[in-house]
């Protein structure tokens, strides 16, 4: 069983950048493609950003493109999300989750990776609060 816990939350002012880490433990031989996610006070959970299984193809929401990048070090079985330029409306609950598919679609119509229902596994989560 795979396990999933994130960390590198914090309190920051706006302008400033964070760096969040998602460690898979566990069965980790079985990888696939990695998201995260987050949740702000109020507001329904929204993906933010996801990763293949080898790394090779990411996904950012638009609106984030530019500020948020994804990685992953397979020899430290880690996921990572890279937030630069930090606002306020970043405020959030940020959580990781395993998909249960390996690589992005070929095609949009056979599933859509910002769906919360293609993730199985998901971690407690990391609060990052920016202040103005």
């Known amino acids: 069983q795979i396990q999933l816990k994130e960390s590198g939350g914090g309190l920051v002012q706006s302008g400033d950048s964070l760096r969040l880490s998602c460690v898979i433990s566990?069965?980790?031989?079985?990888?696939?493609?990695m998201g995260w996610f987050r949740q702000a006070p109020g507001k329904a959970r929204e993906f933010v950003a996801a990763?293949?299984?080898?790394?090779?193809?990411?996904k950012v929401v638009p609106s984030m493109k530019g500020r948020f990048i994804i990685s992953r070090d397979f020899a430290k079985n880690t996921v990572y999300l890279q937030m630069n330029s930090l606002q306020p409306e970043d405020t959030a609950i940020y959580y990781c989750?395993?998909?249960?598919?390996?690589?992005?679609?070929?095609?949009?119509?056979?599933?859509?990776?910002?769906?919360?229902?293609?993730?199985?596994?998901w971690g407690q989560g990391t609060q990052v609060t920016v202040s103005s």
């Open positions: 566990g069965r980790t031989f079985s990888t696939k493609a």
């Open positions: 989750a395993r998909s249960i598919r390996d690589d992005f679609p070929v095609h949009e119509y056979q599933y859509d990776l910002k769906r919360e229902s293609e993730y199985d596994v």
């Open positions: 990763i293949s299984e080898s790394g090779r193809s990411t």
